[in-house]
């Protein structure tokens, strides 16, 4: 099917509505058209590829069988979720998703009726429905709350709240575990192993089934079989754990098989009490490249696919001239990690299940025995790093910042007021194209109020690499933040010495105006600086400030601006102004220059800084205006319109 045909076949089932009228022996040439939409589609605008492959037959079977949206489908994580959104009125619109004004990568409640929980963030799904199920019970609403959770997403304790919440209340509540072995990377841990030996203990039930005739008429093989099978049973029985918790179990069912799936809903749509489906299914599934590879295509950038590209011969392709390569964050970390490891034996790191996205892959390479993987598990990967420092190791923590909400208390209670050695390199922090639900807005504000910790924001790769060594030498908790952006193209300084603590460095120097930035906004900093003659600081630390530097600033400048990729709300510029108003200085005005009071919606990272007026020329004419209103304006300032 081509893409053509397939938009063809999509166009008339715009809902589910109309989705339920159709003969089910139609849905798997549906289910191809889905493909094909989503295949050509990314490959226009790039985004989540895997798992929306690898849930079309499920998506398909869910909303065939359901009644959506009366029924409630909630979806974890919500990267999956592509096939829903154009089964659900968005076909047309599915080439604009992530773009600004688009359709939201996520599902969203103020986009659809369909999408009933805003997600992004993983094993929210069997809570939220779970909530949706007992308010149906309250409301005297018969209806279905469904959750339809990764056996990546199973990882982490809030599914497994939910689970005993929901066995508790017995609560008419169907979970689809959608087991494809993978989180990002290959799923991790006990559980996973739990559910692997499901499935082939029930393969292997399967085998015997059919072939025990054959192996009658050989007994040694027969025998063999008949001790593994009570083996099997000693070490698993299908679903035993779900069962334990209250749920009936279900499966495992081939999720890409429509019968087996359209008759396991009809089944379970009469039950009552919770359910548990347990759907086996591929990640990428169709896809060959994906299902080869599926980390690799988890999420993919446009082009990826290049069935539609005429091929260049080669002797056409232009030879450029190689550019400087610009390391990402990241990418920073996971080389000084590796590098550090050698250094000092008592590192380990630890990752909630990123180790892609954090630029471990090497480490883990390296020293498979010094990097765990704990899956979606936030809080605990805080928490065990809170062990590792106890006993005198030295963990780092590799964690997102939007993730890092998740471990809140664990980093209070467990490491700060310990005084805990671990180290926590913060990644995405700052805005991301993804939207509200990644973004790293806070991390500034609800970590400076903490007690003991060290906090660093780096200004590019060369600051990174020390802050992360400066980290290394604290004896107690450090945090370095910084964005998922690229660095500067420079040669990092691989044996530089940690840095003196609390200490800011004055990039220019200028007169009345002073610039006070925090991370790489700093280099927006110095191009609005050179324009007004501003003096420009590179502040390195949040915590401790630069307290003696900020109180001489604020003598010698009229105008003290912050300038931080965090909420303005608590965030490092409070920090400066707290330092003011403590010493008395109230002489000095005052601009806080960080990102503003509400969520700032998808879209390219250009857009969204104008969007909240952190682009360069924002900042340059928020700072104009300010200077516009300060006494001494009759002065003058002088601009420098060349630069
Ligand atoms: C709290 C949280 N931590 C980490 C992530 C990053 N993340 C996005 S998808 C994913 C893997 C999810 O695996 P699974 O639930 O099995 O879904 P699959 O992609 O296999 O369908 C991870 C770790 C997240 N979204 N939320």
Redesign the pocket.
């Known amino acids: 099917m081509d893409k053509q045909q397939a938009f063809q076949c999509l166009e008339d089932i715009q809902n589910p509505a109309a989705l339920r009228q159709l003969d089910a022996r139609k849905l798997p040439e549906i289910a191809e058209a889905i493909r094909e939409v989503i295949l050509s589609t990314l490959n226009h605008v790039g985004g989540h590829l895997?798992?929306g492959l690898?849930?079309v037959e499920l998506t398909l079977a869910l909303h065939y069988s359901f009644n959506t949206p009366h029924d409630r489908i909630v979806w974890?994580?919500g990267?999956?979720a592509y096939p829903h959104k154009i089964l659900t009125e968005r076909l047309d619109k599915l080439a604009t998703i992530r773009q600004r004004d688009g359709l939201a990568p996520f599902p969203a409640r103020e986009e659809s009726i369909y999408d009933t929980f805003g997600v992004?963030?993983?094993?929210t799904s069997i809570g939220a429905a779970l909530g949706m199920s007992l308010a149906a019970q309250h409301q005297e609403t018969p209806r279905h709350a469904i959750a339809v959770?990764?056996?990546?997403?199973?990882t982490?304790g809030m599914a497994f709240e939910a689970l005993n919440h929901a066995g508790h209340a017995r609560a008419n509540l169907i979970v689809v575990l959608?087991d494809?072995n993978?989180?990002?990377s290959g799923?991790v841990g006990a559980l996973s192993n739990y559910f692997a030996r499901i499935v082939s203990s029930k393969m292997y039930a399967q085998v015997k089934a059919g072939g025990k005739k054959i192996l009658e008429r050989i007994p040694p093989v027969w025998e063999f079989a008949r001790r593994t099978e009570s083996h099997l049973r000693g070490i698993v029985l299908p679903g035993t754990l779900f069962e334990e918790l209250g749920f009936n179990y279900l499966g495992p069912i081939d999720g890409h098989d429509l019968p087996s799936l359209l008759k396991t809903f009809d089944t379970v749509k009469s039950l009552s009490g919770p359910q548990l489906v347990h759907v086996i299914t591929q990640?990428g599934k169709g896809f060959a490249p994906a299902e080869k590879d599926p980390i690799g295509y988890?999420a993919v950038s446009k082009g990826f696919y290049h069935k539609e590209a005429a091929p260049t011969p080669a002797s056409a392709t232009p030879v450029k001239a190689a550019e400087p390569k610009k390391l990402s964050y990241s990418a920073v970390f996971g080389q000084w990690l590796t590098y550090y490891a050698t250094q000092e034996p008592r590192l380990v790191a630890i990752t909630?299940?990123?180790c892609e996205g954090s630029a471990m892959v090497e480490f883990a390479k390296q020293f498979p025995e010094r990097f765990y993987d704990v899956g979606?598990a936030?809080q605990h990967a805080v928490t065990v790093g809170a062990g590792f420092a106890c006993e005198g190791m030295r963990p780092v923590v590799a964690i997102?910042s939007t993730?890092l909400q998740?471990a809140y208390d664990q980093l209070v209670h467990d490491v700060a007021i310990q005084n805990l050695p671990v180290l926590f390199a913060i990644d995405r922090a700052g805005l991301v194209p993804d939207g509200p639900t990644h973004s790293g807005n806070f991390d500034l504000s609800f970590l400076r109020c903490i007690p003991n910790l060290l906090i660093m924001t780096p200004s590019d790769e060369n600051e990174c690499w020390q802050m992360l060594t400066t980290g290394m030498h604290y004896q107690g908790p450090a945090c370095v933040r910084y964005p998922r952006e690229n660095g500067l193209g420079l040669t990092i300084q691989k044996d530089s010495q940690p840095l003196p603590l609390g200490k800011a460095l004055v990039r220019r120097k200028g007169q009345r105006v002073a610039l006070l930035a925090f991370g790489p906004i700093l280099h927006k900093a110095l191009a609005v600086g050179e324009r007004l003659d501003a003096t420009v600081v590179d502040m390195r630390f949040v915590k401790p400030l630069d307290e003696a530097l900020i109180l001489e600033l604020a003598k010698t400048h009229e105008l003290i601006v912050t300038l931080e990729e965090n909420v303005v709300a608590g965030g490092a510029g409070s920090a400066i102004n707290e330092v003011l108003q403590a010493n008395h200085l109230h002489q000095v005005a005052m601009l806080h220059l960080g990102l503003p009071d509400y969520f700032i919606q998808h879209g390219s990272l250009a857009e969204m800084y104008q969007s909240c007026q952190l682009d360069q020329d924002s900042i340059f004419n928020r700072i104009q205006e300010k200077i516009s209103h300060l006494p001494c304006k009759a002065h003058g300032f002088q601009v420098n319109s060349q630069v």
């Open positions: 895997g798992a690898g849930a974890d994580v990267h999956q992004g963030h993983s094993s959770i990764g056996d990546g997403g199973m982490a959608n494809n993978m989180s990002i799923n990640k988890h909630p299940a990123m979606i936030e997102y993730f998740r």
